[in-house]
């Protein structure tokens, strides 16, 4: 090949390399988007290790990327900080991040000796620090139920929000002075707080459900106000033998069970609300209860309710009048409550059972309700009253000796002197109210 024809090539293959050899800045681009998400992929867990920053690079500072899954411990655990899930990155002076490993020898600040609701565990690496946030609880709550409170004494606990259910077990063996139930608890189960010796509870409007004798036996216990809450029942030995000066109970109760209040020796008055509807046997057997106030609405007073109140001086009634009239009084529920000087039945009472005065021997008044009609066997026979009103206009049927013959005055309403006075074909003078016809007045 001539000189000339070779000069002639190399001038044409050095043109052709032109276009070749120029970058296209779209293709560029697109190349470095994919090198700059390939990068931040790195520390992901695919098997491959991030890049090493440049060796004349610096650690600038380190961050948390992801939290421990754990960040929770019980008090008092011995458990170490459980580091999975953590990823912590460094930040180099290059702008290069990095995926460091980390141990628990990097760690500090971790303890469970207290409860802590935000604790930070400190993390350093070449004196950089970083931290994430852990908790400390003294509880262990499962599926809304509180099984157990870990610390076990102060002056004051505060039951976790997350808490719903206070269970048997949660408080067995603590002495806080004041317990506060959280707004969210609905229910205290059966035995919860039983001779527990906590002096105050604050019980929250979410309550609903008490369980048996859950307060049994709480003697230091000196005031109890459910007054907010939306119990329905108070159910059998819930407040037995508990030291309350003041009961408050709440518009939304039903029904008091047997035996709920019974030993409550340093409880001084009682008013039921309008819908109470039951208080059942000796639900305030040897109560100090002074005065009680009854609802004219109540269906069922059972028997011995107020059975050895010693301190009970007077019963009254009240209401925006009845709305019930089929209501029972069983027997013996005043007896032995030698202080009792007055007492007014509920407008709703029917009926009255036998024997309700038996060592009563200071009774001045009776009051006997407007729909009463029935009077069991010795109702009122052996008690001392003075004064007995009746309210009905129709003379109530009477069992033998239900009436006391010892009474100073009855007093019937206006008009129906004459049908109280009459005899009864052939009921016996002991089973007929014309027995204290001399005694009678109109009112």
């Known amino acids: 090949m001539n000189l000339k024809l070779a000069y002639s090539l190399m001038i044409a293959g050095a043109i052709l390399c032109l276009p070749a050899c120029k970058k296209d800045p779209v293709v560029e681009k697109h190349k470095q988007t994919s090198t700059s998400s390939s990068d931040n992929n790195s520390g992901e867990n695919n098997g491959q290790q991030p890049s090493s920053p440049d060796k004349d690079a610096v650690l600038t500072r380190i961050e948390v990327v992801n939290p421990p899954v754990q960040t929770t411990y019980l008090l008092r655990s011995e458990v170490p900080v459980n580091l999975e899930g953590l990823v912590v990155e460094g930040i180099y002076s290059n702008g290069e991040r990095k995926k460091l490993d980390i141990t628990s020898e990097s760690l500090s600040g971790f303890s469970t000796e207290k409860a802590i609701e935000q604790l930070p565990v400190i993390i350093t690496v070449e004196e950089k620090q970083t931290s994430f946030m852990v908790k400390v609880i003294d509880y262990v709550i499962n599926n809304g139920v509180l099984t157990e409170v870990l610390e076990k004494q102060g002056e004051v606990y505060r039951v976790p929000a997350e808490a719903k259910v206070i269970s048997p077990t949660a408080f067995a063996a603590s002495t806080f002075d004041k317990i506060i139930l959280s707004e969210g608890v609905e229910e205290i189960q059966a035995d919860a707080f039983t001779g527990n010796s906590v ?5 929250p409007k979410s309550l609903k459900t008490l369980g048996e004798y859950c307060f049994y036996g709480c003697r230091n216990l000196s005031r109890v106000d459910l007054s907010d809450t939306q119990v329905q029942i108070i159910p059998k030995r819930a407040f037995s033998e508990v030291g309350a000066e003041e009961i408050k109970l709440p518009v939304t109760l039903r029904e008091i069970s047997s035996q709920a ?10 008013t039921f609300p309008e819908d109470l509807k039951t208080i059942g046997v000796e639900a305030f057997r040897e109560s100090g209860v002074e005065s009680v106030t009854l ?8 028997e011995r309710a107020f059975y050895l109140c010693q301190n009970l001086r007077e019963v009254r009634s009240s209401g925006n009048g009845s709305r019930e009239t089929a209501g029972v009084i069983k027997g013996g529920v005043f007896q032995y409550c030698p202080k009792l000087t007055l007492i007014e ?6 009926s009255i059972g036998q024997t309700l005065f038996s060592g009563v021997v200071n009774l001045d008044a009776i009051t006997l309700g407007k729909n009463l009609k029935k009077m069991a066997f010795n109702a009122l026979g052996n008690s001392t009253v003075k004064l007995l009103t009746v309210k009905t206009a129709t003379p109530p049927s009477l069992q033998t000796y239900a009436l006391p013959l010892q009474v100073d005055c009855v007093s019937v309403p206006k008009g129906t002197l004459e049908l109280f006075r009459q005899p009864l074909g052939n009921v016996s003078l002991r089973s007929s109210w014309g027995i204290l016809a001399t005694k009678m007045e109109e009112f």
């Open 261 to 270: 209040f019974l030993h409550t020796d340093r409880l001084h008055w009682m």
């Open 345 to 350: 039945f509920p407008e709703s009472i029917e």
């Open 199 to 203: 002096k105050e509870v604050v019980f």
């Open 295 to 302: 609802p004219d609405n109540l269906n069922l007073l059972e």
